[in-house]
């Protein structure tokens, strides 16, 4: 069987039929890695469906899903940490809890939460690395704290080239332009998708991007974001 591809999806937050163009596009086949960045709750319409489709696609290639910020809140929030609700809410969790047609964290069925007690802090390829978030450029990934991997930001640390020599594939900082960001050893892929940008993929290897917006269309189409 030759090597597959290894394509990263950037930060999908509840944008389902982003995510269900997007992988029409990338049509992915046994031998892929679909690497997803974190983020797939809040703030978009339908994180209940972003999750189903990432169940479903764990059953046809390798995919890798990393934790994201938004992600851990949930969990957080299921595990009875009320003194986060305010902050989840004000940050989308009102979004999710619609999509799930439940009022507390309480009503969302246990497949979606073990799926992402499931997602790993982070991935790592001969030639690349993959967090949600932010890396410290002089630690493996193993003793990367886990702010650091999951909340700090672009806009607050931009960081050197991975003493390992290889590239960061992260989300997480929204492009509001909605290109990614590539700063050569760091390519950031969260392009803003709840926002009114797109849902970004990238092949590391090819360099092939997708991108589909909340609409669920491609970018190389004609589209009219709203």
Known sequence: ???GRVVAIGDIHGCAD??????RAIAPNPADRIITLGDYVDRGPDSRRVIDML?????????????????????????GKEYMLGNWMDLGGAATLKSFECKT??????????????????????HHLFVHANYLSNLPLEE?????????????RRPLPH??????????????SGEMLD?????????????????????????QIWQANQQGCLREQQCVLQ
């Open 55 to 79: 169940l479903k696609l764990s059953r046809h290639c390798w995919l890798i899903p990393l934790l994201g910020n938004h992600d851990k809140m949930l969990l957080g929030m299921r595990a």
């Open 163 to 176: 003493y390992s020599g290889k590239i960061a594939v992260i989300g997480h900082t929204a492009q509001k």
């Open 1 to 3: 069987m030759s090597q």
């Open 105 to 126: 964290v309480a009503g969302i069925p246990n497949p979606y939460i073990t799926f992402l007690q499931s997602c790993r802090r982070s991935h790592e390829t001969p």
């Open 183 to 207: 700063l050569g050893h760091v390519k950031c892929i969260d392009t803003w998708c709840y926002g009114g940008g797109w849902l970004t993929a990238l092949d590391v290897y090819s360099g």
């Open 18 to 23: 982003a995510l269900a163009e997007l992988l």
């Open 144 to 156: 990367q704290p886990l702010y650091v991997l999951r909340w700090e930001s672009l806009n607050s």
